[in-house]
């Protein structure tokens, strides 16, 4: 699976990130590139760092040192998040590992919600565009259904369409397989490889490495917040 369009054509660029919680350094110099078209698992153990990586990626971690560039979008360390925050989302959409869907709301008016409130778009709209995802996604028969109400694997998809609802170049996951047996993640490879022929680009944050070897192009070591 060689991403179709070279070395060259970097989508994601993490340089030199230094981040701490208090005084305790959870990243210590990240350093990755991602080219347009891959899929990238970034391994590691519990407290490696690798869910930091993904979430100052998107924008939900400040970071002291170093820089993140997200195709075109720039975040640079010690700077507050907030003027480039609404272009990030844009490019940037993430899944959870609990998913994190909103409960009170059926599966439709999570992926929905996004467009509508953060982006303005027309609901009627945004909705045509939330069925079409969960329709290509295999959960179109799941739209009106709470999150309680769904499988592990369901609420992944949807969590997924929430995350695609934007339309972001870039997808962002965290431990996709947690809430998954040995045959739905199976299906979930199958998945994100249509994705990426679909023009998306992903990194994933796993510490399967069964799935990891079947579902990436590269395989990323994280260890004491770094990219080895």
């Known amino acids: 699976m060689e991403g179709a369009h070279g070395m060259t054509d970097i989508i994601v660029s993490v340089r030199d990130l230094h981040l701490r919680r208090g005084s305790r350094p959870i990243l210590t110099g990240t350093t990755l590139d991602v080219r347009r078209g891959e ?15 993904l979430r100052a990626i998107a924008g939900l971690e400040r970071f002291e040192r ?15 998040l907030a003027g480039a925050i609404r ?9 959870f590992q609990f998913h994190c869907l909103f409960e009170h709301m059926t599966a439709l008016q999570n992926v929905w919600l996004a467009p509508v409130h953060v982006h303005r778009i027309v609901q009627s709209d945004a909705e045509s565009r939330a069925l079409e995802l969960m329709r290509t996604l295999g959960v179109e028969h799941r ?3 709470l999150p309680r109400e769904l499988s592990g694997g369901e609420a992944q998809r949807v969590a997924i369409a929430r995350a695609l609802a934007t ?3 870039v997808l962002l996951m965290d431990e996709p397989t947690a809430s ?6 199976g299906e979930l490879v199958a998945l994100l490889r249509s994705l990426v022929r679909r023009d998306l680009t992903l990194v994933i944050a796993t510490h399967d490495e069964d799935f990891a070897q079947s579902a990436a192009n590269r395989v990323l070591h994280v260890s004491d917040g770094r990219v080895l």
């Open 39 to 53: 899929i990238v698992a970034l391994m590691g153990a519990s407290g490696s760092g690798k869910t930091t990586i």
């Open 66 to 80: 170093g820089s993140i560039g997200v195709d075109g979008v720039a975040l640079a360390g010690g700077a507050p």
């Open 87 to 95: 272009d990030l989302r844009r490019k940037v959409g993430m899944v």
């Open 143 to 145: 739209a009106r259904a």
């Open 167 to 169: 339309d972001p170049p």
């Open 180 to 185: 998954l047996d040995a045959a739905r993640r």
